[in-house]
């Protein structure tokens, strides 16, 4: 789609002068404190006054918040207008629950000092529902709130009282929460806003980003989708000075694998010594465990030193959270939980343990960092292994070119689009044709059909079956005038049970017990210390230690929604392996890395550890070029190797594992297994790969071919877990499943297995459904992502270097070291069973244990 | 993959499996069917026909098509098998007005596979009636050759029965990998089939419910794979 910058002439520059007066009280505050108005929040004020919603991108420390607030501060302050509904003058919408802190200083504090009588409340799912109740009938002025609220109010009929007189909205970190699905919701919702109050403006408060028209055509209306996107103004804060990013350089070996940055720790733990207040992020929760422990083990001087990621309980959360403001730690490990939502004032260093991942996310942490915006703020990297130190000084090369990673601009979703429909046939009936176009002025979804909208009603409304087996059923009625009703109140209440787009993973309670005792039914009682994946707890076996919420823990059961864990003191407690990485290597950091292997004048600033590595790596086999993609056969203990490079991170190269293993198996080579990581996949069979390839019988330009994303992928795809919790989550969020009934939640697990069996029979009798259509499109970007993966493909057509080699190569070593850490789920259910049938073989045959045993590592 | 060759045993060899009830000789399916070679008789258990459409009535739009899978699965099996009679052991539907919901076709095909055979439709807890309108001898129980067919499992050790009602499946977790299935579960004495209806969910057959029907000893185990049936040792097993 064209971008035309219509109602958007010049990028803003803040205006020098001093112009718009600003009222006596709140003038006076300025100069109390020492302090001017700064020039962009004097140009968000210009804004307000001429009614032009602005993206204002800003670091932090720049006053963003209050920023965004002032106009409302002036307006509210000022002249009475006249009321035509409810009073609400402005919405403060954040991703996060816990807004607190960060708005008690920037909103609260000023709001008492410059002594204006402004009603502020805040309003989340932790709101008692007497005081939500409340809010609905008598608003504050200023409300802040969360999307799923939003869309709660808005689903109930006195919406358009309550947003009558709606003049602000202020989306905070909206580069986090737009591309999202959240944030196609929140698009939904704020387009039925401006409906009911049509002279409505927006703020968005941002980080900096590498495409801000996305998030300036996000804040307004578009009225014009076929051919233009319409933006908004732009307010842009450059930010003060440069931060400083340094790796950390150690004596010992750097590892091959693993991300946890052990052998590190010595020199982490005196950085934090050297520092006020250190924020050391890792990039999954396990990991947050294990530097958590190793850090007190060295901790000589009794550091405070806290925790935080999240499946600890929300209390204990809180606790630190609260323990950091106050000034009594000196350091957090945490995930990203900790990215949003408190204040970062005191911090002058972020660690991160293992590499950022993406150039965006690093930056913004070490920019919440230090609020003087006229000093440096300081990060360190620590890589955690070899392929690390590489993809971490991609990052540093990255800050210092001041580069992002771009969002990738997106539709809206089919599942969130029904959810609304839902939701506003809950308000009162609608006419599709008008629904339609108010649904066409928020940007995700400018480029929908009207087709799909009208499959998407008819979903709504009946499941949207090609059997038209449930007309009698239908949640919507068509009434004279051609609007569509709900067809009973309990529809609308259900509705409101299972508003938002977050659906949680299914989680296990971590209830501690006495130590193995009695039988292990009867185990109940002890303290929750927090939740696990379900998909780690799975994977304990039985009395396996563990860490966990900063303690030694052993495994001692399983009972439905609960895990039960006993006091430990294994002096090495097992680290389970767990789905590796949250996050996968961002598309711009890959393109660094490979440039930088391509560019051996590059490799004097590595450690010479690496330096050595890669120089070995072009001595024994090739470095590939910028623009090629390296593939190297090679036999080791008795197997052959298929090793390749694509640097796509792991969920891609995971994908592309179970297709080649498809392909593979189909040209006769049947692979026994495959691993994969962030940068490279290895796959092994019994068979040559290199004489295979050598006289034709396998070309590795057939097996690459893009067109396996066709065939390949959709046979796949029938049998893939990752596929099938894609459709869970659709779904959950289309309504098709109810997480909650009136008076009944449905766990997780519960959840999980009815939708499989739902897919399995839709997949088989109505292939072209909704559902299927919103999970595929879920799929390509999200947990397979597929998008990445053809692009790829695309990339390396002809462009493949094969290399036949007599053993292991030095690259290849990493992805290697893998193998049997990782366990490929969804690939060979049947072989599982079959191997559980064989065990009862073997024992029926009087077999000894031993070969049992073996017979588990030899399928690999 | 397999450490089973596939010259010591097909694929096929896996469909279904030889179990024994009180020394009669049956044939378990992957499907979750049971034979009984010597009575030629099939028989399923939980069909929870038109599951979907109770929902929908509900306002969950669970997809419509439920009924049809389960019975096209029952008509591969009586294809299989050829049986002179077809026993459905209690809930075959989920809810007493569940016949009235059901689409013609449907009907018609269940009064398909009902020709030139018996059909004995037991009763269970979800279906105290059966619509008459899908024909077939509607009883609370049958013996046959000494052994009780029934919907839901008597408590106590020895019972000489073939019964379904729990739904029961099995979880296997092997290198780090948890798989759960539905699965047939029996003792020699005693065997509770797995539901065979398309929407129907599964209860962990560790649970305290399975207690009183089977000891801890001599308890037989095989899961629903998607190529073949398995007999599993117990001991693999775990809770949920």
């Known amino acids: 789609m064209l971008t035309t910058p219509k109602n958007a002439k010049r990028k803003r520059r803040p205006p020098a002068r ?69 009073g609400l003058f402005t919405l403060y919408i954040s991703p996060l629950k816990a807004l607190a802190t960060d708005i008690e200083r920037n909103l609260i504090e000023p709001i008492a000092e410059m002594g204006l009588k402004i009603r502020t409340e805040t309003r989340t799912g932790d709101t008692s529902v007497a005081r939500r109740q409340r809010q609905r009938v008598k608003p504050p002025q200023i409300m802040l709130t969360t999307p799923e609220q939003v869309a709660l109010l808005l689903s109930h009929p006195d919406a358009p009282h309550l947003f009558a007189d709606l003049d602000t909205i202020i989306l905070d970190e909206l580069h986090a929460l737009a591309p999202s699905k959240r944030g196609d919701l929140l698009a939904l919702d704020l387009a039925r806003l401006r409906t009911i109050a049509p002279n409505m403006m927006t703020v968005g408060l941002s980080a900096t980003v590498a495409r801000p028209s996305e998030l300036r055509g996000y804040l307004v209306p578009q009225t014009d989708p076929d051919t233009v996107t319409l933006l908004s103004d732009l307010v842009t804060v450059e930010g003060g000075a440069k931060p400083e990013i340094s790796i950390l350089e150690v004596e010992d070996e750097i590892p091959w694998s693993g991300h946890t940055a052990r052998y590190a720790m010595q020199e982490v733990y005196d950085a934090i010594r050297a520092h006020k207040l250190t924020l050391v992020f890792v990039n999954a929760r396990l990991q947050a465990e294990v530097a958590f422990q190793e ?52 911090v002058d260093l972020v660690i991160h343990l293992g590499a950022p991942k993406g150039a965006s996310r690093f930056l913004q942490r070490i920019g919440r960092s230090n609020h003087r915006m006229d000093e440096p703020s300081r990060g360190l990297l620590v890589p955690g292994n070899r392929f690390e130190v590489l993809e971490c000084r991609a990052a540093q090369q990255a800050a210092e070119a001041g580069a992002q990673d771009a969002i990738l601009s997106r539709s809206g979703t089919l599942d969130v689009l029904a959810q609304h429909i839902l939701g506003m046939a809950c308000q009162a009936p609608f006419d599709p044709d008008i629904l339609f176009n108010e649904v066409r002025s928020a940007l995700p979804y400018a480029g929908s059909t009207r087709h799909q909208f009208d499959r998407a009603v008819e979903f709504v409304s009946t499941g949207g079956y090609a059997l038209k087996n449930y007309e009698r059923f239908a949640k919507l009625k068509k009434e004279p005038d051609g609007k569509l009703r709900v067809a009973n109140p309990r529809i609308a209440q259900q509705y409101r049970l299972n508003v938002g787009t977050i659906v949680d993973s299914p989680m296990l309670k971590v209830r501690l017990v006495s130590s193995r005792g009695g039988k292990s039914r009867a185990r109940q009682g002890g303290r929750v210390l927090g939740e696990i994946d379900e998909y780690f707890a799975e994977q304990l076996p039985p009395r396996a230690t563990f860490i966990f919420a900063g303690e030694v823990l052993r495994f001692e059961g399983m009972r439905e929604t609960e895990v039960f864990v006993s006091r430990a003191s294994a002096e090495d407690p097992m680290i389970p392996s767990y789905g590796g990485n949250k996050f996968p290597l961002s598309t711009h950091l890959a393109a660094r890395v490979r440039a930088m292997l391509a560019n051996p004048a590059d490799w004097p600033g590595l450690p010479p550890a690496v330096g050595h590595w890669l120089t070995l790596q072009s001595e024994r086999s090739v470095l590939p070029a910028t623009d090629e993609v390296l593939v190297e056969t090679f036999p080791r203990a008795g197997r052959h190797f298929l090793v390749t490079y694509p640097f796509e991170g792991r969920l891609a190269h995971q994908t592309l594992g179970m297709l080649l293993t498809r392909r593979l198996d189909r040209a006769g080579v049947h692979p026994l297994g495959f691993v994969a990581n962030d940068y490279a996949l290895a796959l092994w069979t019994h068979g040559d790969f290199s004489a295979l390839i050598a006289d034709g019988r396998l070309s590795l ?95 390396i057509k002809n462009r493949i270097r094969h290399q036949s080699l007599s053993r292991v190569s030095p690259l290849s070593v990493p992805v290697l070291l893998e193998i049997g850490r990782e366990v490929v789920a969804g690939h060979a259910r049947d072989a599982l069973l079959r191997e559980a049938a064989d065990v009862l073989i073997h024992e029926a045959m009087g077999d000894t244990e031993n070969e049992h045993a073996e017979a588990g590592t030899h399928r690999t | 993959m397999s450490m089973l060759k596939p010259e010591r045993i097909g694929l096929d060899d896996f469909a279904d499996q030889p179990v024994s009830i009180c020394g009669k000789a049956f044939l378990a399916h992957k499907s979750g069917a049971l034979y009984w070679p010597s009575e030629r008789a099939l028989i399923v258990a939980d069909l929870h026909l038109e599951k979907g459409s109770a929902f929908a009535a509900g306002g969950q739009m ?134 065979f209806g398309a929407y129907t969910g599964g209860l962990n057959i560790l649970d305290l419910a399975f207690e009183p029907l089977f000891g801890v000893d001599g308890l037989a185990v095989w899961m629903l794979g998607h190529e073949g049936l398995y007999p599993v040792a117990p001991r693999l097993l775990r809770d949920d």
């Open chain 1, 18 to 86: 001093a112009t718009p007066a600003l009222p006596p009280e709140i003038a006076a505050w300025f100069s109390r404190r020492g302090w001017k108005p700064r020039a962009h929040q004097l140009a968000l004020l210009e804004a307000a006054r001429q009614r032009k919603s602005t993206l204002l991108i800003a670091p932090t420390g720049a006053g963003k918040t209050l920023a965004g607030f002032l106009p409302s501060l002036v307006a509210i302050g000022g002249e009475k207008r006249p009321r035509s509904g409810a």
């Open chain 1, 295 to 346: 850090l007190w083990r060295i901790n000589d001087d009794n550091l405070p030193i806290g925790l935080h990621h999240g499946s600890l309980e929300a209390p204990q959360r809180r606790k630190v959270e609260a323990a950091m403001a106050a000034g009594k730690l000196r350091a957090v490990v945490a995930t990203s939980t900790l990215d949003l939502g408190i204040d970062w004032g005191d």
């Open chain 1, 701 to 795: 330009s057939d097996l690459f071919d893009e067109d396996m994303l066709g065939d390949d992928l959709d046979a796949w795809l029938a049998e893939s877990n990752l596929m099938k919790r894609t459709f869970r989550l659709a779904a959950v969020v289309a309504g098709l499943i109810e997480r909650r009934h009136p008076g009944k939640v449905k766990s997780g697990r519960q959840v999980t297995m009815s939708t499989d069996l739902i897919y399995d029979v839709l997949r088989r009798h109505d292939p072209g459904h909704l559902l299927l259509e919103a999970a595929w499109a879920d799929a390509a970007t999200g947990l397979l992502d597929i998008r990445r993966l053809g692009d790829f493909l695309a990339r």
């Open chain 2, 62 to 195: 669970l997809p419509p098509y439920d009924t049809r899978e389960t019975l096209a699965k029952l008509a591969a099996m009586i294809d299989r098998y050829n049986p002179e009679v077809v026993i459905a052991l209690g809930d075959s539907l989920h809810d007493p007005d569940g016949a009235a919901r059901m689409d013609p076709s449907d009907i018609e095909s269940l009064h398909m596979l009902q020709e030139d055979r018996d059909w004995i439709w037991i009763t269970g807890n979800h279906d105290p009636k059966i619509d008459r309108m899908l024909a077939g001898y509607v009883v609370p129980e049958i013996i046959v050759e000494g052994i009780a067919l029934r919907h839901e499992p008597r408590p106590g050790a020895v019972t000489h029965e073939i019964a379904g009602h729990f739904h029961p499946a099995a979880r296997l977790v092997m290198h780090g990998t948890s798989l759960r299935r539905p699965c047939f579960v029996g003792n020699g004495l005693r065997l509770v089939l797995p539901a």
